[in-house]
């Protein structure tokens, strides 16, 4: 069994900073791709930001300069630092993975549960 299970999401005021954080954990032999998606209400679910297991990272237009993706390959955890908040970033923000099973012969994608992220003042 594999799950993510997603940390640090709060209320912040417009401008400030939170940082996500999302571990994997289970019968896992190998992690690829991992990212973060955020889903505001009546909107679909969006890529926020990706990154390799290597450490090439991609961004949504709308976050580039102000998000920072990361991860830690040894403690199978991905990080979201988020600064300069605004309205426009409140959302529930999940977790995704590529995950490789120790009794399985190929990748899936995983999800968290979510996070809320509320920013307001």
């Known amino acids: 069994q594999v799950q993510l299970v997603e940390s640090g999401g709060g209320l912040v005021q417009p401008g400030g900073s939170l940082r996500l954080s999302c571990a994997a954990s289970g019968s896992i032999r190998s992690i690829n791709d991992m990212g973060w998606y955020r889903q505001a209400p009546g909107k679909e679910r969006e890529l926020v930001a990706g990154?390799?297991?290597?450490?090439?990272?991609n961004y949504a237009d709308a976050v580039k300069g102000r998000f920072t993706i990361s991860r830690d390959n040894g403690r199978n955890t991905v990080y979201l630092q988020m600064n300069s908040l605004n309205l426009e970033d409140a959302a529930v923000y999940f977790c995704n993975a590529a995950i490789l099973g120790r009794s399985s012969s190929y990748f899936r994608y995983y999800w968290g549960q979510g996070t809320q992220v509320t920013v307001s003042s």
């Open positions: 990154i390799t297991r290597g450490g090439t990272s």
